[in-house]
C-alpha cells in the first residue's frame, strides 16, 4: 500500500511562488512516476506535471517555464516549485503516484490560492 501526503500549499499573491512537497510511504517510490494534477472549483482535475523515475519531466502549457517538478528518490519525494503565481493557479493540488501493475494512488490534496 502507498500513501501519499501533501504540503506546502497556502496562500500567495500573484507574482509570488510557493513549493509543493509530496512524501510517499513503500518501495516503490522509486520506480514509479510521479505527478501533480490540480482541480479549481468547478472544473474537472487536470494534468499540471510529470516526471518519470528517470527524471524525464512533463508539463501543461499553461504552467511551462513557471513550474518545474522535481523528485529525490532518497526521501521518497516530490517537489513543484511554483513561481510567477497567477489566480488562475488557484486549485487543489493532488499528489498522484503511476504504480503501473502496483496501482495508482492519489493524495489528500492541498489547497493553493492566488490573490491579484
Known amino acids: 500500500q502507498v500513501h501519499l501526503v501533501e504540503s506546502g500549499g497556502g496562500l500567495a499573491q500573484a507574482g509570488g511562488s510557493l513549493r509543493l512537497s509530496c512524501a510517499a510511504s513503500?518501495?516503490?517510490?522509486?520506480?514509479?512516476?510521479m505527478g501533480w494534477y490540480r482541480q479549481a472549483p468547478g472544473k474537472q482535475r487536470e494534468l499540471v506535471a510529470t516526471?518519470?523515475?528517470?527524471?524525464?519531466?512533463n508539463y501543461a502549457d499553461s504552467v511551462k517555464g513557471r513550474f518545474t517538478i522535481s523528485r529525490d528518490n532518497a526521501k521518497n519525494t516530490v517537489y513543484l516549485q511554483m513561481n510567477s503565481l497567477k489566480p488562475e493557479d488557484t486549485a487543489v493540488y493532488y499528489c498522484?503516484?503511476?504504480?503501473?501493475?502496483?496501482?495508482?494512488?492519489w493524495g489528500q490534496g492541498t489547497q493553493v490560492t492566488v490573490s491579484s
Open positions: 516526471i518519470t523515475s528517470g527524471g524525464s519531466t
Open positions: 513503500g518501495s516503490i517510490f522509486r520506480i514509479s512516476t
Open positions: 498522484n503516484l503511476e504504480g503501473g501493475v502496483a496501482g495508482r494512488y
